[in-house]
């Protein structure tokens, strides 16, 4: 599943490549990927001038001139490629993102007056292009119980410790996983910053000493923002708006480095074991559990 740092890549793409352009038609091949009113879409989005494209957690919102905006879920294989005077692509790593489209995976397809056009293709079928008005936004229920983000100035070491508080008998990973703790951190950037913070994945949140949190806040801004500079986690297929492929996996300490001698220096093998049901890259000896007494 994109992860936010993908997502954000997406953002900053898009934000380069369509801001001022005009919707001129949107064709769809599968309702649940465009679940919205025939009359609306050609009130809303038909003639209306791209304004800005934003991100909250994992979802994107295309705001118009009409004051709609479309909220966009990329789930669980969801991509956006454009194609028009350059190329762009961002999301699940398969081939649509770099190969001849329309395609098979294909379920929305957004042309601008231009004539260049932006794709959403979607394997599965899971992810969604809703159109609602921009200032009901904050009242979709995912808005209301999503956590604070991650990159975000207002992310306090003390909003971190207030959140993980709320998840104070879980272990740290499930709680870093958990949307309305903190928004966006998926499987990859959890690994890391725990790795990077020292802490072992199954510590019960309740037992870790505060200066681990204090760690653990810096590591999970560090590795997001180091994600985001690299281009997104996607290490095949994924282009950004300059044509390059996503870099951050080649900079991982941990995550799929089973079997590969820590990078701290420790003489470990990183191991891959089971955390709140996700698979999860640890080094034993660097990071440290914490169990309540």
């Not at 790795?195 to 560090?222: C, T």
Request: proline share 5%; net charge positive.
């Amino acid at each position: 599943m994109p992860e936010l740092p993908e997502v954000e890549t997406v953002r900053i793409g898009l934000k380069k490549l369509i801001i001022g352009k005009t919707i001129v038609n949107v064709s769809f091949d599968w309702p649940k990927s465009f679940p919205n009113d025939p009359q609306q879409t050609a009130a809303f989005i038909l003639n209306a001038r791209i304004q800005n494209v934003r991100r909250r957690a994992k979802v994107l919102m295309i705001d118009v001139s009409t004051d709609y905006s479309l909220v966009i879920h990329l789930k669980m294989t969801g991509q956006l490629v454009y194609r028009g005077e350059q190329t762009f692509g961002a999301g699940h790593p398969n081939d649509s993102l770099v190969g001849d489209l329309p395609d098979k995976s294909t379920r929305v397809i957004i042309t601008f007056a231009d004539n260049s056009q932006l794709f959403f293709n979607d394997q599965r079928k899971f992810g969604w292009m809703r159109l609602i008005p921009t200032l009901e936004i904050p009242n979709i229920d995912f808005m209301k119980k999503v956590g604070p983000e991650p990159l975000e100035p207002s992310f306090t070491l003390q909003v971190f410790q207030d959140q993980l508080l709320r998840r104070k008998n879980t272990n740290i990973k499930a709680a870093l996983l958990d949307q309305t703790v903190v928004a966006g951190i998926g499987n990859i950037y959890a690994d890391e910053s725990l790795f990077m913070a020292g802490i072992h994945p199954k510590s019960i949140v309740g037992a870790i000493p505060k200066r681990r949190i204090n760690l653990l806040h810096d590591s999970v801004v560090h590795v997001l923002q180091l994600s985001i500079n690299k281009g997104g986690s996607t290490d095949k297929n994924y282009v950004n708006a300059e044509g390059k492929k996503g870099s951050y996996m080649s900079f991982a300490k941990v995550f799929r480095q089973e079997g590969n001698i820590c990078p701290n220096g420790c003489g470990s093998i990183i191991e891959k074991i089971k955390v709140a049901g996700r698979g999860t890259h640890i080094c034993k000896k660097c990071q440290k559990l914490y169990k309540v007494a």
